[in-house]
């Protein structure tokens, strides 16, 4: 069964800094990958995926994340935060040629400091 | 712009009572699902459906029971609601590549 692990529920980081989310994912088969957003009062959107091919995906706002398939990981990065970056961030996981579930992480808030 | 719709955005309902949360999507797609999202435990699916008067179970059915009559539309229903039922319930749809498009969400408390 699948299951995705992220290490962080909260991490706190000042405006114009770097940041990491870690997400690490465990499958017995082959799996798609994604981060997911949710700005404070809305439901979820998508920031990026990992289908196949080069394993630095960009996405929106900035972010990019490298799929390491050797350390089971999809961490999230992005080089300077800003304060709209407030939000909780979602990693998930789908088996490969299963359209009909994802398994979401518990969510990690990232809190922008002035 | 696609969209996907939540009946309402907030909800007060009393225990015992039986709650219907509404989801509407604007595209043909087969899939819908329905999920709970609680602080610390992130999303949990409850239900899917892959296509009309189809449904499949998720992680946490118990209590809920869903419906799809119609391909755009799908309803998760709260026989008898219980205040461990208090949550954000959030709709989605399939879209493209094996990705989810969700709705608002709807913020229900239970009395």
């Known amino acids: 069964a699948q299951s995705v692990t992220q290490l962080d529920s909260q991490v706190p980081v000042f405006e114009e800094a770097p940041v990491e989310l870690r997400c690490n994912y465990s499958?017995?088969?082959?799996?798609?990958l994604f981060w997911y957003v949710q700005y404070p009062n809305q439901g979820l959107q998508l920031l990026l995926k990992?289908?196949?091919?080069?394993?630095l995906v960009k996405g929106i706002n900035g972010f990019e994340a490298e799929f390491n398939k050797s350390q089971t990981s999809f961490h999230l990065r992005k080089p300077s935060v800003h304060i709209s970056d407030t939000a909780e961030y979602f990693c998930?996981?789908?088996?490969?040629?299963?359209?009909?579930?994802?398994?979401f992480g518990k969510g990690t808030r990232l809190h922008i400091l002035p | 712009d696609v969209k996907v719709t939540q009946s309402s955005r907030y909800l007060v309902k009393r225990t015992g009572e039986k709650v219907f949360l509404e989801c509407v999507q604007d595209?043909?797609?087969?899939?819908m699902f329905w999920y709970r999202q609680d602080p610390g435990l992130g999303l949990r699916l409850i239900y899917f459906?892959?296509?009309?008067?189809?449904?499949e179970k998720g992680d946490i059915p118990e209590g809920y029971s869903v419906s799809r009559e119609k391909k755009e539309r799908f309803s998760l229903i709260l026989e008898s609601a219980s205040t461990n039922q208090t949550s954000m319930y959030l709709c989605?749809?399939?879209?493209?590549?094996?990705?989810?498009?969700f709705g608002p969400g709807t913020r229900l408390t239970v009395t």
């Open positions: 595209m043909d797609h087969e899939n």
């Open positions: 998930a996981v789908s088996e490969m040629n299963r359209d009909d579930k994802i398994i």
């Open positions: 459906s892959y296509d009309v008067k189809m449904k």
């Open positions: 499958s017995s088969v082959s799996v798609y």
């Open positions: 989605a749809r399939g879209q493209g590549a094996y990705e989810q498009y």
């Open positions: 990992y289908l196949s091919g080069s394993t």
